[in-house]
């Protein structure tokens, strides 16, 4: 999925929040600002969307010299994810499919999305993740099911930190034996490290690689070799998030993207409106 001219403004407006996160000085913002809009001006409309956001945010990480400006932030929805995960994982075993259930957990959770909305608060979080068993998951949940049981290897791409805590409970559904999790290699926005997946909990479970990657997305050009020898061996991916789905959508790779939709272009793409909660298969 390229990205579009309605994606400019809108990184802008993340460079500006990510810096205004770590810093008061109006001069460094503006500075960050100013540089961001030098980028994005000569840049190429056939990437991805995520490929322009990852030098994006790197700028923001030189300027600032702060690695991980939402690692509070990330730290806070984690702890939130996993105070609910009782709750949470009995209503997952007690719903009639229990792997739909879960699913759609995943995809609720993928609210938690400081690039989209840093207002978030823990309680509008934790109420839209309760609400989540009652709301309609729109796409392939039939294709999804058969695959699912097929599949003897999956790879399991993450997204964000504290949304990684509640895609426990779909790992834990699926089988954790057949699957590998995989977080990003860097820091960017608040997507999830090793060090959350170490914090919440899935390295109890499965294998956790991180892709060697700092963009928010899956960029496969970018990715180390460890991380491609699992994609490529995988006969199922779950790619979790509107960046996985920005960057792998037109692979041809047997992939089921799980996401909240939180951007009206990827939306339009998709074929969804904003809010949707989505199960879709690959276009392969």
Request: proline fraction near 5%.
């Amino acid at each position: 999925m390229n990205i579009q001219l309605e994606c400019v403004s809108c990184l802008i407006s993340q460079s500006l929040r990510a810096a205004a996160a770590v810093t008061d000085d109006v001069g460094l913002q503006e500075q960050v600002v100013r540089e961001v809009l030098g980028l994005l001006a000569g840049m190429d409309f056939s990437l991805p969307q995520p490929a322009v956001a990852q030098f994006v945010y790197r700028r923001v990480r030189e300027l600032t010299g702060v690695e991980d400006p939402y690692r509070e932030a990330k730290r806070a929805f984690n702890r939130l994810g996993l105070s609910l995960l009782p709750e949470l994982r009995a209503r997952v075993a007690a719903s009639p499919d229990p792997l739909l259930a879960a699913a759609r957990l995943a995809a609720s959770a993928n609210l938690i999305d400081l690039g989209a909305r840093t207002d978030l608060s823990e309680v509008e979080a934790a109420a839209a993740l309760r609400e989540a068993f009652d709301a309609p998951l729109a796409g392939d949940d039939g294709t999804f099911l058969r695959r699912a049981g097929e599949a003897k290897n999956i790879l399991y791409l993450c997204d964000n930190a504290g949304e990684i805590a509640l895609d426990r409970l779909l790992i834990e559904v699926l089988g954790p034996a057949r699957v590998i999790v995989a977080v990003r290699g860097r820091a960017v926005i608040n997507d999830a490290l090793l060090e959350d997946a170490r914090e919440v909990g899935p390295t109890e479970l499965v294998t956790v690689i991180d892709n060697g990657s700092d963009a928010p997305g899956t960029l496969l050009s970018d990715c180390s070799p460890a991380f491609l020898e699992r994609y490529h061996g995988a006969d199922l991916i779950i790619a979790k998030g509107q960046g996985n789905y920005e960057s792998l959508s037109h692979e041809p790779a047997d992939i089921f993207f799980i996401f909240k939709v939180k951007c009206p272009v990827l939306g339009e793409h998709a074929g969804l409106p904003l809010g949707a909660l989505a199960l879709l298969a690959s276009r392969r």
